[in-house]
């Protein structure tokens, strides 16, 4: 397993823009599937977006498509969530995971194909 900590969160106004790092240690990052998952407060966990080890396959979830963007820096061991445009409904505790294995994008979604989470960052967006 690999060490994740997220940072970056924080209470913005609605249409405002976070960016959210996930900071991994432990093992070799660049073997990893990353992705982000967030919880609003009576819901289940939700996938947002996920990158293969390279950067050059990416998958989001509808809701965030034209405005939230996942990216790596294998050098650094760390992936991002540049998030624009924010509306109150995406006020949410946001996970960082990483999955060990290969999956195709398929599976990408389900987060009991992660076997690494951080601890998570509160995002509140007010309207």
């Known amino acids: 397993q690999v060490l994740l900590v997220e940072s970056g969160g924080g209470l913005v106004q609605a249409g405002d823009s976070l960016r959210l790092s996930c900071a991994a240690s432990?093992?070799?990052?660049?073997?990893?599937?990353m992705g982000w998952f967030r919880q609003a407060p009576g819901k289940e966990r939700e996938f947002v977006a996920a990158?293969?080890?390279?950067?050059?396959?990416?998958v989001y979830v509808d809701s965030v498509k034209g405005r939230f963007t996942i990216s790596r820096d294998n050098a650094k061991s760390t992936v991002f969530l540049q998030m624009n445009s924010l509306k109150p409904e995406d006020t949410a505790v946001y996970y960082c995971?990483?999955?060990?294995?290969?999956?195709?994008?398929?599976?990408?979604?389900?987060?009991?194909?992660?076997?690494?989470w951080g601890q998570g960052t509160q995002v509140t967006v007010s309207s």
């Open positions: 995971a990483a999955g060990s294995y290969y999956r195709s994008t398929y599976y990408w979604k389900s987060e009991n194909e992660y076997d690494s």
């Open positions: 432990g093992r070799t990052f660049s073997y990893y599937r």
């Open positions: 990158v293969n080890w390279s950067g050059d396959s990416i």
